[in-house]
């Protein structure tokens, strides 16, 4: 049962559903009633069909003893511009700590202040190859795929209950039961029915008739932060956001610009050291003399000679 990763930015929200809640058997009657499901269907192609979006979401509850994200902030301009911030509570540092994913076109770039390094990337050409940990349903609609599928396929239930209101707006609320014998787990998406975008977002999980809570065990070196698995199993888990959405918006270049945060280091696998591509794109450089005539680049093997004749030399 994983929701977080080891940086404590939570997964995304089909991930949380259905990790919390084993999949039901397979050869069940599909569950998904028609008026939900074209809900959904609806919400997918609104995002994917959006070429430019803000979304700012505020996270509350108790995500039942995995790290709850504070606040995030998605920016994407299409074809391949992006900027994404999630916060969280750092229980080690005693604050909140960003991570921060931006794709200026060329580059792509992953900054995390907690651990105070980021690395460097190639730039997708657009977003469908561009991966989010985290980011949840909308990311996963605007970059192209259908985050609902795999989950109505696990799901004991997902209808259409009675529309609510949400900050004035009239929403659908499409709820997907993926609960087992051993808990409830009931999701509740609040679908705006002018744009077919998501307003709220609720997650409700009880364990049923829950045995008696196991002693902890013993955390590996490293894995402090860890929770115990058998005793979040045991955990009520009640979390959400809510969304504050504008579209359409014109956003320049420069709210896509890098620039490196004070202090943070890069950090590169040793894969993309070794990439032939690495220095693809960066400008030719010239060497000029002591009389300003321009000279051959060296290269190794031309060190390694000169190297050779000093020797003879001597």
Not at 215 to 241: H, I, K, S, W
Request: hydrophobic share 35%.
């Amino acid at each position: 049962m994983t929701l977080v990763c080891s940086t404590g930015i939570i997964g995304s929200i089909v991930l949380l559903v259905s990790s919390i809640a084993p999949s039901r058997a397979i050869g069940l009657a599909e569950p998904v009633e028609p008026a939900a499901r074209q809900a959904l269907d609806r919400m997918v192609r609104a995002y994917r069909s959006l070429k430019s979006v803000e979304i700012e979401a505020a996270y509350s509850g108790d995500p039942g003893g995995f790290t709850k994200p504070l606040r995030s902030k998605l920016v994407v301009r299409r074809p391949n511009r992006l900027l994404y911030e999630i916060e969280n509570y750092n229980p080690t540092l005693g604050r909140a700590t960003r991570k921060r994913y931006l794709c200026d076109g060329k580059g792509f770039y992953v900054y995390d202040e907690a651990e105070g390094y980021y690395t460097r990337d190639r730039a997708p050409r657009d977003l469908r190859a561009l991966i989010l940990p985290g980011a949840g349903i909308e990311y996963a609609a605007i970059s192209g795929a259908d985050p609902f599928r795999d989950l109505a396929r696990q799901a004991r239930a997902v209808r259409l209950e009675a529309p609510e209101i949400v900050n004035g707006e009239r929403v659908q609320v499409v709820m997907i039961d993926t609960g087992d014998a051993k808990r409830t787990a009931e999701a509740r998406f609040y679908i705006a029915e002018s744009d077919h975008l998501i307003r709220r977002f609720r997650f409700e999980s009880n364990p049923i008739d829950p045995p008696s809570v196991p002693e902890p065990t013993r955390q590996p070196a490293g894995a402090e932060d860890d929770p115990d698995q058998r005793n979040l199993r045991m955990l009520p888990v009640r979390f959400g956001y809510g969304n504050k959405t504008t579209v359409g918006l014109k956003i320049p270049d420069a709210l896509f610009a890098w620039r490196q945060p004070a202090g943070a280091m890069l950090y590169e696998p040793m894969n993309q050291i070794l990439d032939p591509r690495r220095f693809e794109g960066r400008p030719v450089y010239e060497i000029v003399g002591k009389d300003g005539k321009k000279r051959k680049a060296l290269t190794y093997r031309d060190l390694m000679e000169m190297a050779r004749k000093s020797r003879k030399r001597r």
